[in-house]
């Protein structure tokens, strides 16, 4: 990183947060002694509805087989590797008192996934649903749209895809709160951190929370 940083034209940023980070360590470091030179690029996400139906035989399909129902389960995407926080999402919402369930949508790592259950017994909790991959980006839409909730634990790599599309599908989304996460959700969203007990008070208040602020979460994410 430090050797690319040094002899690099431009460096180009997915997050104001990478951004600073670059210019925090680097400045004054670059051949003789030079800054970087650093540009930010955005990206997003569709904020359209899905164009399946609200009857869609494939969704319904995929809520009977994974045992879910429309606004019971909170939502996880993303990869399954350790930076994105599966150990401590999990434990949480196994500590939570909701009747919702968990669903995860990721490519299982097997010898991950062991290391999870040795650690948390999460196969004992009946509400955590690990419900394989979903590629059919009309699906996922939909299956984003009638979550009651998304959970974020992407800790590294500025700006992610499945936050922003989070963001422009699911009303109410609790993310960890590090500088990527806020820089993209402002106060669009709740926050928790990795102290035991965080993510799941804070599953219990947002089960409690009236639809109409809820609703104002999402006209807020969606802008």
């Known amino acids: 990183e430090r050797m690319m940083v040094k002899h690099s034209d ?11 980070y670059i210019h925090q360590s680097y400045d004054g470091k670059g051949i003789n ?10 990206y997003g996400a569709e904020t359209r509805k899905s164009q399946l139906p609200d009857d869609d035989v494939k969704f319904a399909a995929w809520l009977k087989e994974n ?18 926080n599966y150990e401590t999402m999990i434990r949480e919402f196994t500590k939570s008192h909701s009747r919702k ?3 995860i949508i990721t490519n299982v790592n097997d010898r991950f996934l062991t290391q999870l259950e ?3 017994h999460f196969r004992s909790d009946s509400r955590i649903k690990f419900v394989g991959t979903v590629y059919d980006q009309e699906l996922l839409m939909k299956i984003r749209e009638n979550a009651y909730g998304y959970f974020h634990g992407h800790e590294v790599g500025g700006t ?7 963001l422009s599908s699911t ?9 990527f996460n806020q820089e993209v959700a402002e106060d669009a969203a709740l926050y928790w951190n990795k102290e035991e007990g ?13 639809e109409d602020e809820i609703r104002c979460f999402g006209a807020k994410a969606k802008k």
């Open 10 to 20: 431009l460096v180009i940023c997915d997050s104001t947060t990478i951004e600073k």
């Open 33 to 42: 002694g030079s800054n970087p030179n650093t540009t930010f690029v955005a």
């Open 67 to 84: 045992g879910l129902e429309k606004m019971g389960y909170y939502l996880v995407v993303g990869r399954f590797v350790p930076e994105n």
């Open 101 to 103: 369930k968990l669903a």
């Open 118 to 120: 040795e650690n948390l």
């Open 160 to 166: 992610n895809p499945s936050l922003l599309e989070a």
């Open 171 to 179: 009303n109410l989304n609790l993310l960890l709160k590090v500088g």
């Open 198 to 210: 965080s993510l799941a008070h804070l599953i219990d208040w947002a089960d409690r929370l009236p």
